[in-house]
């Protein structure tokens, strides 16, 4: 699967974007999707995933409460909705998808990575 991550932006503190990870392929649906972000100098981090049907979700703490993951299997496209963003948000996010029945949150867990979009949140 070939997954391509859009959406990225700068952007105000306490301001909001929607990231989206178009997938290719018509399996979409059986992929456990991720997304993950590295900032300037730091390893890759785990931000958010979800199930094959969209049904179980998880986040991050640092996240959690502000971002929201969400798919469209019809479209085949993951989203993540980013609110009151942080400067310390600001780093490359990627999509990532596993082939596994249920992806943890290592990166290890998932086969299948996007480019990843730039996201910039000023102070």
């Known amino acids: 699967v070939q997954l391509q991550a859009s959406g990225g932006g700068l952007v105000q503190a306490g301001g909001s974007l929607r990231l989206s990870c178009a997938a290719s392929?018509?399996?979409?649906?059986?992929?456990?999707m991720g997304w993950f972000r590295q900032a300037p100098g730091k390893e890759r981090e785990f931000v958010a995933r979800i199930s094959q049907g969209g049904i179980t979700t998880d986040y991050a703490d640092s996240v959690k409460g502000r971002f929201t993951v969400s798919r469209d299997n019809a479209k085949n496209t993951i989203y993540l909705q980013m609110n009151s963003l942080k400067p310390e948000d600001t780093a490359v996010y990627y999509c990532?998808?596993?082939?596994?029945?249920?992806?943890?949150?290592?990166?290890?867990?998932?086969?299948?990575w996007g480019q990843g979009t730039q996201v910039t949140v000023s102070s």
């Open positions: 990532a998808a596993a082939t596994t029945v249920r992806a943890g949150r290592s990166l290890a867990s998932y086969d299948y």
């Open positions: 392929g018509r399996t979409f649906g059986y992929y456990y």
